[in-house]
C-alpha cells in the first residue's frame, strides 16, 4: 500500500445534519473514501447532496480555501451500494482516472451478499446487457442484441454462513447495474436487491453489495495503490469479516 491515510474521519457539516467522511486514502491528486449506502456519487434529480459535493465542502473548509475546491468524479457506486468512491482533486487526474477506468486499467473487487449458492464456486460470467431507462434496469442476454453491451466478471465464493454466502467479485467491464443484473442472471440475487429479485429489501434500504478494494497504478506519481474498505457495521458483515478473516 501507498500513502494510506485509512482511518482519518473528517467532519464534515449540512444546513442541519452532520456527515462523515471516512478517508481511506489523499493527496495532492486523489481522494478516495468509504461510501456509505444511501449517499449519491454525483447529483441527480433527486436533489439530495452528493457525496462528490460533501468532500468538496470538506476539503474547502478543512484547507481554508478562499473558493470552492475542485473534485472530480471519475466512476460511481449506485446509491444502495457502499464502498470506495475515488474522487480526482486536479483536472489532470481526472483526465488520467477516466483514461484508466475506460481502459479497465483499476482492478476492482467487490463484495456480495446472496441467499443462493453458485452452481459452480467459482467462474467467469459473459452476458450482453440491455439497458432499459425507463424502468432504470439492466437485463442480461446470452447472446447480443440491439443496444445491448457486453458485461463481463469474474467470481468465487469466498464464505458460506447458514443462511448467506459471500461472493467476491472481479469486474472487468463497468456497466449499468453489471453486479446486480449478471448475479442475479444465474440465480444469485444481491440480498436486499427487490429490483433484481431479492424476496425482501434490508431494513436500511441498503443491497449487500459493497466495492471492496482497488488496485491502480497512481495516475501522476505512478506509484502502486491498493485500498480496501471495511464494510458497513452490520452483523452480517461481521460475520463474514471474520469468517474470511481480513
Known amino acids: 500500500m501507498s500513502e494510506n491515510n485509512r482511518g482519518i474521519l473528517g467532519k464534515t457539516a449540512q444546513k442541519n445534519s452532520a456527515e462523515w467522511l471516512d478517508i481511506l486514502f489523499e493527496d495532492n491528486h486523489i481522494i478516495i473514501v468509504n461510501k456509505r449506502p444511501g449517499e449519491i456519487v454525483q447529483g ?106 457486453e458485461a463481463r466478471l469474474n467470481y468465487k465464493l469466498i464464505a458460506t454462513g447458514d443462511r448467506y454466502n459471500l461472493i467476491e467479485v472481479e469486474l472487468l467491464t463497468g456497466r449499468h447495474h453489471q453486479i446486480r443484473c449478471q448475479l442475479a442472471a444465474i440465480g444469485c440475487p444481491i440480498k436486499g436487491d427487490l429490483k433484481y429479485g431479492s424476496p425482501r429489501s434490508n431494513r436500511d434500504g441498503s443491497i449487500s453489495l459493497h466495492s471492496r478494494s482497488v488496485k491502480f497504478t497512481h495516475p501522476v506519481k505512478k506509484t502502486q495503490i491498493f485500498i480496501t474498505a471495511p464494510p458497513p457495521i452490520d452483523p452480517l458483515w461481521d460475520h463474514f469479516i471474520a469468517v474470511v478473516g481480513k
Open 44 to 149: 441527480d434529480k433527486t436533489g439530495d447532496t452528493p457525496l462528490s459535493e460533501i468532500v468538496a465542502g470538506f476539503i474547502a473548509r478543512r484547507d481554508a480555501k478562499p473558493g470552492a475546491a475542485f473534485i472530480g468524479v471519475p466512476h460511481r457506486l449506485d446509491r444502495p451500494v457502499s464502498g470506495i468512491a475515488i474522487f480526482a482533486k486536479t483536472s489532470k487526474a481526472l483526465e488520467r482516472l477516466n483514461e484508466m477506468f475506460r481502459e479497465g486499467a483499476i482492478e476492482k473487487k467487490y463484495w456480495a451478499i446472496t441467499a443462493s449458492r453458485p452452481q459452480k464456486e467459482a467462474g467467469s460470467l459473459r452476458h450482453y446487457l440491455y439497458r432499459n431507462e425507463q424502468q432504470n434496469k439492466s437485463y442480461a442476454y446470452d447472446k447480443e442484441r440491439n443496444g445491448s453491451k
